[in-house]
């Protein structure tokens, strides 16, 4: 079973608007990462945050960690066209240091 | 910085036939991943390396893949026989260190087994 999964598994945007998905886990984890997959350019690592760390932020990138929930937020803020993608979370289950990927977010901007 | 290389980038073959697949890490890299990723689902991990040793194989289906990495650099993943749902993008990548780092990822080698 996943450890990771993300939610809505779909989200379609215009362009400057904001856009936000979830990612919940069932187990302690040691960090969570953040990745985003186009055609284009495949796998591309956006952001790592901490399981001691609260909120990180990359660029127009905003991401938040409440191990409490055992859930994590990445936030997109003015999005363009190209952020069109889809967005995986990754952690490693039980601390192990073992990534696990979601199932991801599939992310649509309309121009 | 060269990136992390992969080949072939597509690969057809019938079912039973063999096939194998090659990556090259970023240099210095310690530890190499290869993850299976079947279309509209997340990559799977199949195995993980930290220099030439094996740190995770637990989802790697033993019975017809196998994977090394000699010299702790390069790495082949092998499928032999390749069965129908072995259809998938195969997808290596490399990090500094084993406590789950940044990974950077190749382009990926799209497998079709007809």
């Known amino acids: 079973s996943q450890q990771g999964e993300e939610d809505p598994q779909a989200l379609s945007i215009q362009e400057g608007e904001n856009a936000t998905m979830n990612c919940s886990y069932k187990?302690?984890?040691?960090?969570l990462q953040w990745y985003r997959q186009n055609s284009g350019r495949g796998l591309v690592h956006l952001i790592l945050?901490?399981?001691?760390?609260r909120e990180k932020h990359s660029g127009r990138l905003r991401v938040t960690l409440d191990t409490s929930k055992k859930s994590s937020s990445l936030l997109i803020t003015a999005s363009r066209a190209a952020d069109t993608a889809s967005y995986f979370c990754?952690?490693?289950?039980?601390?192990?240091?073992?990534?696990?990927f979601g199932r991801g977010t599939s992310l649509i901007v309309h121009p | 910085e060269a990136g992390v290389a992969q080949s072939p980038r597509y690969k057809i073959i019938e079912k039973r036939q063999s096939v194998a697949f090659w990556c090259n890490p970023i240099?210095?890299?310690?530890?190499l991943y290869w993850y299976q990723q079947i279309l509209g689902q997340g990559p799977k991990l199949l195995i993980q390396?930290?220099?030439?040793?094996?740190?995770?194989d637990s989802q790697l289906p033993k019975d017809r893949f196998s994977a090394e990495r000699l010299k702790g650099v390069d790495s082949t993943l092998k499928i032999q026989p390749a069965k129908l749902e072995d259809s998938a993008v195969y997808l290596c990548?490399?990090?500094?260190?084993?406590?789950?780092?940044?990974?950077?990822f190749g382009p990926g080698t799209r497998l079709l087994v007809l």
């Open positions: 990754a952690t490693d289950p039980g601390g192990s240091y073992i990534p696990t």
């Open positions: 390396f930290q220099n030439n040793g094996v740190v995770d």
């Open positions: 990548a490399s990090s500094l260190g084993q406590q789950q780092e940044t990974q950077y």
């Open positions: 240099s210095g890299h310690a530890t």
């Open positions: 945050i901490r399981s001691n760390e």
């Open positions: 187990t302690s984890i040691n960090n």
